[in-house]
């Protein structure tokens, strides 16, 4: 992606979907792709970010906050585009006559992010990771709703999907990922499905001098995680 506008964040508003970015001396309202608050992972205020500027007349706002920049490199802040820039990745490696699926209802309560509608058809469910820090802990937020989503994969693993739990690292600067040792339910839930044969997949974003941003995978956390002792001995 091209064509960012730059500018200095300001603060995230009481409206959690919205945020302050000066530019050029201005004040604008942005959008911001994201539930969650983003101070909570990474530290904003005073940084230099990318928008990308909205298009259509009907949009409540010019911008929406894509990145900050994090010492010499950015930190992607809309979870939305790392969804999609995931999706890109997935779709090459089947072939063109196979349907992908955005945001598919695949079980009664629970939406996956993607469906490969293939033989059997596979479940992807993406988990953004952000962060500023170099070792992250996972689960961070949401416990509860990370429970009942491995819960229903669980449920789809029985009834004969495939699954791809792809944790998408949204920072080049993380090294390392943990499981929640206090996060119990969750580690149990996790290690059956890996148990049922879901993959567990990690994926790394990264940019380019010309602020092209892409996603690449990284097998060496994924082998962390699932030698991690937290998962072995989950009970």
């Known amino acids: 992606m091209s064509g960012f506008v730059k500018g200095i964040f300001i603060e995230e508003c009481k409206n959690r979907f919205l945020c302050l970015v000066k530019i050029k001396n201005e004040q604008h309202l942005c959008y911001v792709a994201s539930s969650a608050r983003l101070s909570n992972f990474v530290d904003l205020i005073g940084k230099q970010v990318l928008l990308i500027k909205n298009k259509g007349a009907r949009t409540r706002t010019e911008y929406t906050l894509y990145a900050v920049k994090n010492a010499n490199d950015y930190i992607v802040l809309n979870l939305s585009a790392a969804n999609t820039l995931l999706l890109e990745v997935i779709r090459k490696e089947y072939s063109s006559d196979i349907s992908i699926q ?35 802990r996972f689960p961070s937020v949401n416990g509860e709703r990370s429970v009942r989503q491995l819960k229903a994969l669980e449920e789809a693993l029985l009834k004969g999907y495939h699954v791809r739990y792809c944790l998408v690292l949204l920072s080049s600067y993380i090294d390392n990922v943990t499981l929640d ?55």
């Open 102 to 136: 955005k945001e598919k209802f695949t079980l009664e309560g629970y939406k996956s992010d993607h469906l490969v509608v293939s033989a059997p058809p596979t479940i992807v469910e993406a988990k953004s990771i952000l962060s500023d820090k170099v070792e992250v």
């Open 181 to 235: 040792k206090s996060a119990a339910d969750f580690n149990l839930r996790l290690k059956k499905c890996v148990e049922l044969g879901m993959r567990v997949e990690t994926y790394r974003l990264k940019v380019t001098r010309k602020l092209q941003f892409f996603i690449e995978r990284d097998s060496h956390l994924e082998n962390s995680i699932l030698g991690n002792e937290v998962l072995l001995n989950a009970e």
